[in-house]
């Protein structure tokens, strides 16, 4: 649903924060929607005798910014001044999708999915009762949780995010850096939906190790020396960004961050681009073209 740009809007908002034994960052893009529909919530201290509680939310809103602005605004307090707010309830989808339209089948708002007469609220295509899940924590094992709208789900898949999340916390202990660097590859594998993504790591989070930072340099040195190679070789005239993202696509780059790989370094790729044609044309930039390479 929804209008695209001609060229995305890459802004981003951050924000980061620690306490309860956590540590979080965040990173919002509108991309190529034509209105950002996404909001989200972070707090660490609940009031109301809840301060070793911490709420993370994620909004995708339909259609509209709306619904997800009034979540963002309200939800935290609604569920933390009702002690009754835990319960489940189903709805049919035809391939992963309601009526083959959208995505989810639980949402606030969506009322052209609502609307059988004679039917509860539960009863409908989509239900505004939502699922819950009470998971008992393993200090051992977890190590972080990402959550995230469609936008970032729509091309990265659980096991692909996690381990790119995993292979960045190992060079940095950025986490809004990290949101940025998931958001950044999302948008060059092709997504064209708003992307919001928070990341809230537990103690057990991997750390910074000097090893995948002396292996991201040296990766990041071998990119900008087939950069440099591969406008030489042209001989007259520079060829584009896409010509030589298509290029690196074909060969075999030892050591690319997995489930981001060659997307998850374009940033780099074009930095170096565009130091060596600091003159080429903005037109020659393939995120005005529907084809990110």
């Not at 695209?4 to 960052?25: C, I, S, T, V, W």
């Not at 949101?179 to 991997?206: H, Q, W």
């Not at 298509?246 to 170096?272: C, H, Y």
């Amino acid at each position: 649903m929804g209008a695209f740009l001609d060229k995305p809007k890459m802004e981003k908002h951050n924000a980061q924060g620690q306490g309860n034994g956590l540590r979080y960052g965040l990173s919002s893009m509108q991309g190529w929607r034509v209105e950002m529909e996404d909001a989200h919530t972070a707090v660490i201290g609940l009031p109301s005798g809840l301060e070793s509680w911490s709420f993370f939310a994620v909004y995708d809103g339909h259609a509209g910014s709306q619904v997800a602005k009034y979540c963002c605004e309200h939800l935290l307090d609604h569920i933390t001044n009702n002690q009754d707010f835990k319960g489940s309830a189903g709805a049919p989808s035809v391939e992963n999708r309601v009526n083959g339209s959208l995505a989810v089948s639980r949402a606030l708002g969506d009322f052209d999915y609502k609307c059988v007469h004679g039917k509860g609220p539960t009863e409908q295509l989509v239900s505004p009762e939502p699922e819950v899940h009470d998971i008992e924590r393993s200090e051992e094992d977890d190590q972080f949780i990402i959550l995230a709208c469609d936008g970032i789900w729509d091309v990265m898949g659980n096991e692909e995010l996690c381990d790119f999340v995993r292979s960045r916390l190992e060079v940095t202990d950025d986490l809004e850096k990290v949101c940025n660097e998931v958001v950044d590859t999302c948008l060059y594998k092709g997504s064209r939906d708003n992307m919001s993504v928070i990341l809230i790591c537990f103690p057990n989070a991997p750390k910074v190790s000097p090893e995948a930072v002396k292996k991201e340099a040296e990766l990041d040195k071998y990119l900008e020396c087939r950069v440099e190679e591969i406008i030489k070789k042209q001989g007259e005239g520079v060829p584009d960004l896409v010509h030589v993202m298509r290029t690196l696509a074909s060969e075999n780059i030892p050591s690319l961050p997995p489930g981001g790989e060659l997307a998850s370094k374009r940033n780099v790729i074009e930095a170096v681009y565009n130091r060596l044609n600091p003159y080429k044309n903005d037109d020659t930039d393939s995120t005005s073209t529907d084809d990110m390479w």
